[in-house]
């Protein structure tokens, strides 16, 4: 039961209760013109404590809930780049919100950070650091801290997305670009089968450096993408980036056939070298080497100036090229996103809105054209 009492003049409140390890506390507050209002509060206070509300959490800042719930729920559990992107949002909320309470916030302020933020950064990560927020709230409403969720309906500001000007090959550039890394690829250049390997799978870099050949089926004719390598700190494997991201991706004829003669090219030369490839690695060089990005990008950058290439792509670029030839040739969102392993079609969707843009464009147009036939 509230204790309503009267000090210097004013009303004041105490509601006793329990946190979760049983140890009592109690929550005040004073400065009531009236023993009504005292008692409204009181009742408030009371009829939470009875849904089970934790009280004593009603005045955890924001900076302080979000970096405690990444640390529960998110932290070490994706890849090491996910993470930084956590600690870098948690950054951003103390910076901009310092002490103020959860409970404090409401949609107008939230909306007003949304819109300060989005000034000097593109939409995309506007609607990554809502969606790192939103999905806290849904915790904190859950744990009854607060009961609405502020950022329902929240407006995304941001400069123009990254997805709208995606950097790719077009098919035929793609098809000159592999007619030449196929004539140069072999264990002394392994840049060549990486890149090769990438337009054909559409794969991330780590994931393509983090294929094992116990990973290569030859006879089934497909990769288990199920790790990748720590490629910048060369400390072996890491986790994928989530879940979805773990995925068993169809290979070509080509492309099997260039792992089978890189696997043989191994063999030969290691076996020569007394060299043993103890991490069983696919894209290794006679030298024992697993190349960067950047040192694959100073291989592909100079073909694709030889082709004459509108767009002069990095390796993160071929994944972005492997997507739109799948999209322009009428494959699904659905099977794309798969093959691509993103968590989801939406992600897919959204990253290259404006090919299946054009692309519903076509059918929506041949669908006219086949109506009008009639």
């Not at 089970?52 to 009603?58: E, I, T, V």
């Not at 405690?68 to 600690?87: A, G």
């Not at 123009?160 to 000159?176: M, V």
């Amino acid at each position: 039961m509230a204790q309503i009492y009267k000090r210097n003049n004013k009303w004041a409140v105490r509601v006793y209760f329990l946190d979760s390890e049983g140890t009592r506390h109690s929550k005040n507050k004073s400065g009531f013109k009236t023993k009504k209002e005292a008692e409204i509060y009181a009742n408030t206070l009371e009829n939470e404590k009875n849904k089970g509300a934790n009280l004593f959490s009603k005045d955890i800042t924001l900076s302080d809930y979000f970096s405690n719930w990444i640390k529960t729920y998110k932290l070490n559990r994706f890849s090491e780049t996910t993470d930084q992107k956590y600690i870098y949002a948690s950054k951003l909320i103390k910076e901009y919100f310092n002490d103020t309470k959860l409970s404090d916030i409401n949609k107008a302020t939230y909306q007003k950070f949304l819109d300060e933020y989005g000034k000097n950064h593109i939409k995309d990560n506007t609607s990554r650091i809502n969606g790192y927020i939103r999905a806290s709230l849904q915790d904190a409403i859950d744990e009854q801290i607060i009961q609405r969720d502020f950022t329902r309906r929240a407006l995304l500001s941001g400069n123009k997305s990254k997805s709208s000007d995606l950097k790719y090959l077009e098919y035929d550039e793609a098809a000159k670009l592999k007619k030449i890394v196929k004539e140069r690829e072999n264990i002394f250049n392994i840049s060549a089968c990486i890149i090769d390997f990438a337009l054909a799978t559409g794969c991330r870099y780590g994931e393509i450096v983090g294929l094992t050949w116990d990973c290569v089926n030859f006879t089934d004719k497909t990769v288990n993408i199920n790790k990748t390598y720590d490629y910048k700190k060369r400390n072996g494997f890491k986790t994928t980036k989530n879940e979805s991201s773990v995925r068993l991706i169809s290979i070509d004829s080509d492309l099997l056939e260039m792992l089978k003669k890189l696997q043989l090219e191994q063999r030969k030369i290691f076996l020569k070298q007394g060299y043993k490839n103890k991490l069983n690695l696919v894209f290794i060089n006679n030298r024992h080497e697993v190349p960067s990005p950047n040192g694959a990008k100073h291989v592909l950058q100079p073909i694709l100036k030889s082709i004459n290439a509108k767009n002069i792509i990095t390796m993160h670029g071929l994944r972005h090229t492997h997507a739109s030839i799948l999209i322009s040739k009428g494959l699904s969102p659905a099977y794309i996103a798969e093959r691509l392993g993103h968590s989801s079609t939406a992600i897919t969707e959204r990253v290259y809105i404006h090919l299946l843009k054009d692309r519903r464009d076509e059918e929506n147009q041949r669908a006219l054209n086949i109506l009008q036939s009639m």
